[in-house]
T-cell receptor, first 114, second 111 residues
Framework: EAGVAQSPRYKIIEKRQSVAFWCNPISGHATLYWYQQILGQGPKLLIQ????????DSQLPKDRFSAERLKGVDSTLKIQPAKLEDSAVYLC????????????FGEGSRLTVL | GENVEQHPSTLSVQEGDSAVIKCTYS??????FPWYKQELGKRPQLIIDIRSNVGEKKDQRIAVTLNKTAKHFSLHITETQPEDSAVYFCAAITNDYKLSFGAGTTVTVRA
């Protein structure tokens, strides 16, 4: 079974630039999550989708972050403009359905903002 | 929302000894408590989980206990081995399906 795919694995940008991350969840998984993991901290939920609808985006800094999952499969997370404090690993995860606790994580996209 | 606190932040144990990590949660409606292991530079992976209708669960050298009254749960690793060195995260999920993670515990197993 293929896992959660993410790209790019690494990205270096200057502050005020924009960046986009892509995620392809495990086939058949209805729920998709984007987490931000700052070095030395636990993953922090940014946004959670159920199919193509948003379940929770209460911790997404909406002035600069946006995410979509238009067809209920792939998802993109965009940051524009980036700040220094956005430097982190952005983890995408999926689960079979809402409330099914086991999350399968991708390898993550490491963002460095200079 | 759910607030999960995890202790200790770092733990160093001698190979063969046991390691215990403790977490507390704030939302009494939380009903599912997974533990994830993250090796350096790799993705978090589920190692064990427990639901609110169970007090203890064991899988070979790892076990998890849950005290719903006190709102805390713990991970126990016995006979630790070097490959157990990693960051361990506890998490809790509430009725509104949000999974919140603790800050993590860096476990180092000394040979």
């Amino acid at each position: 079974e293929a896992g959660v795919a993410q790209s790019p694995r690494y990205k270096i940008i200057e502050k005020r630039q924009s960046v986009a991350f892509w995620c392809n969840p495990i086939s058949g998984h209805a729920t998709l999550y984007w987490y931000q993991q700052i070095l030395g901290q636990g993953p922090k939920l940014l946004i959670q989708f159920q199919n193509n609808g948003v379940v929770d985006d209460s911790q997404l800094p909406k002035d600069r972050f946006s995410a979509e999952r238009l067809k209920g499969v792939d998802s993109t997370l965009k940051i524009q403009p980036a700040k220094l404090e956005d430097s982190a690993v952005y983890l995408c995860a999926s689960s079979l359905r809402l409330g099914n606790g086991e999350l399968f994580f991708g390898e993550g996209s490491r963002l460095t903002v200079l | 929302g759910e607030n999960v606190e995890q202790h200790p932040s770092t733990l160093s144990v001698q190979e063969g000894d046991s390691a215990v990590i403790k977490c507390t949660y704030s939302d009494s409606a939380s009903n599912y408590f997974p533990w994830y292991k993250q090796e350096l530079g790799k993705r978090p992976q589920l190692i064990i989980d427990i639901r609110s209708n169970v007090g203890e669960k064991k899988d070979q050298r790892i076990a998890v206990t849950l005290n719903k009254t006190a709102k805390h749960f713990s991970l126990h690793i016995t006979e630790t081995q070097p490959e157990d060195s990693a960051v361990y995260f506890c998490a809790a999920i509430t009725n509104d399906y949000k999974l919140s993670f603790g800050a993590g515990t860096t476990v180092t197993v000394r040979a």
